[in-house]
């Protein structure tokens, strides 16, 4: 049996195991993911040869990379083309490399000090089966960079893209509405470009200087390297991830994710085995999440989302992790009230797991007879659905039922 470490049996209280015979050091605890991720172990997804974060040295000068040299150039499309787009997208006052105006990082720092936002956000990449991780991302809204180039007029999508190595063909962009930009609902959630996350500056492998983070999407739209805003009359989305079969508005999905860590495990019969795993919230919130045990002999197929013994199976629920106490969990200067999406006079999100956000969950199952198994877990959303509905079109978001293989032994 592992040994629990002081952390751990601090986690493990939290979560109310209660131990009152059994010497602290024994207390089974489930490993769970931790709430923030550190910014350099989030999962990497990076496009471009060489990628922007292995530059060094001139190099990373010269990409405009490193806070001094960090420039962002916000123009707009000359675009037009009958019927679609019968005049451009214009600008009064571009900000170019070119008229030596580029928003550089003090004007950014320098206008967060008025309009400043910080928002938890799960980064998950829509063709992946598990969360890349967790941030407290702080920045800027778009609308008030591009409030900076004065009176535009006639657009209707803002795309942005990162540093690629000056070749057209590894440009990743993607993009948002104009009023998904400007008309933020009081209280909603801004796009932003952020240049802090978990309280320290935005390291070169999360994206920085600055990144864009859309905090109802996936990864695709949180551009890294971000050095430029682009505005435009054509209403078609062109995002990089459109070329490649992905819906391009897609949304974050309430989806519970199984920790890889049980598949292959050999448990020993009479200890508990714990099922572990993050639940993320999307718009339709979080009722519960559930897990279902079942024994197996030889190889089993696949069981499809539909299959009759999934959605008869016993599932039993699940135990989310606990808030933490907030005040010391967010970085030093960011008081709960702050926080997009919390509460300001409780001083907690308005739901847990917080919209676009996500949290551990675990179930500990006890005297399981000797045999192979499959875990399963879902998530079930306020309007009562079950994982993978209401949207199981796999180009939406990985929301498949994950299952994981272990074994307990005699
Ligand atoms: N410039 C740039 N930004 C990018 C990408 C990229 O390849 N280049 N990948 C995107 C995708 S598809 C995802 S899922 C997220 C991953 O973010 P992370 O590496 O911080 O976890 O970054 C997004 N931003
Ligand atoms: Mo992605």
């Given at each position: ?6 952390r751990?049996?601090?986690?493990a ?19 769970l ?7 350099l ?30 420039r ?75 409030k ?18 000056h ?5 990743f962009?993607?993009?948002v ?21 978990n ?10 200087p ?21 505005v ?17 508005d897609?949304?974050?999905?309430t ?9 292959g495990?050999?448990i ?17 919130g ?7 045990l ?14 009759p ?7 039993k629920p699940?135990?989310?992790e ?19 999406a ?16 996500m ?7 006890k ?19 079950a ?12 929301n498949?039922?994950?299952v ?7």
């Open positions: 049996m592992n040994l629990i470490t002081r751990r049996f601090l986690r209280s939290s979560l109310g195991i209660a131990a009152a015979s059994v010497s602290r050091a024994e207390i089974p605890a489930p490993k993911q931790p709430l923030l991720t550190p910014d172990d989030f999962y990497d997804v990076s496009r471009g040869t060489p990628k922007p974060h292995t530059l060094v040295g001139e190099a990373l000068l010269q990409a405009r990379l490193t806070p001094e040299t960090w962002c150039e916000i123009t707009a499309d000359a675009f037009i083309e009958d019927p679609h787009t019968k005049v451009p997208a214009t600008l009064q006052k571009p900000l170019t490399l070119a008229d030596g105006n580029a928003l550089d990082l003090p004007t950014l720092m320098e206008l967060g000090k008025k309009h400043e936002v910080h928002f938890l956000k799960a980064m998950q990449c829509l063709n992946i089966d598990t969360p890349l991780g967790q941030g407290l991302w702080t920045g800027v809204p778009l609308r008030e960079v591009l900076l180039c004065g009176r535009m007029n006639n657009v209707r999508r803002i795309y942005f893209w990162g540093f690629h190595n070749d057209p063909k590894q440009v962009k993607s993009s509405s104009y009023t998904q930009c400007f008309e933020t609902a009081p209280g909603d959630l801004p796009i932003f470009l952020a240049y802090r996350v309280g320290a500056p935005l390291s070169l492998e999360r994206g920085g600055v990144r864009m983070i859309v905090p109802w999407s996936h990864g695709y739209k949180s551009i890294k390297w971000l050095q430029h805003i682009f435009t009359n054509d209403a078609r989305n062109n995002d990089t991830y459109a070329h490649g079969n992905n819906d391009p897609s949304v974050l999905k989806a519970a994710y199984v920790d890889k860590s049980l598949e495990q050999k020993p019969a009479g200890q508990p085995v714990f099922i572990t795993g993050q639940v993320v919230s999307g718009p339709s979080l009722q519960r999440v559930e897990y279902w079942r024994r197996i002999e030889g190889e089993p197929q696949p069981l499809a989302d539909d299959a013994e999934l959605l008869n199976a016993p599932w699940c135990e989310l606990a808030q933490p106490d907030w005040p010391s969990v967010l970085p030093q200067g960011v008081k709960p009230s702050q926080v997009l919390f509460d300001a006079a409780t001083g907690r999100p308005q739901s847990w797991p917080s919209r676009y956000g949290c551990a969950y675990h179930a500990m199952v005297n399981l007879p000797p045999g192979r198994y499959e875990a399963r877990a879902r998530s079930v959303d306020l309007n009562g659905y994982q993978p509905e209401p949207r199981p079109l796999q180009k939406t978001g990985k498949g039922i994950q994981r293989r272990f074994e307990i032994i005699a």
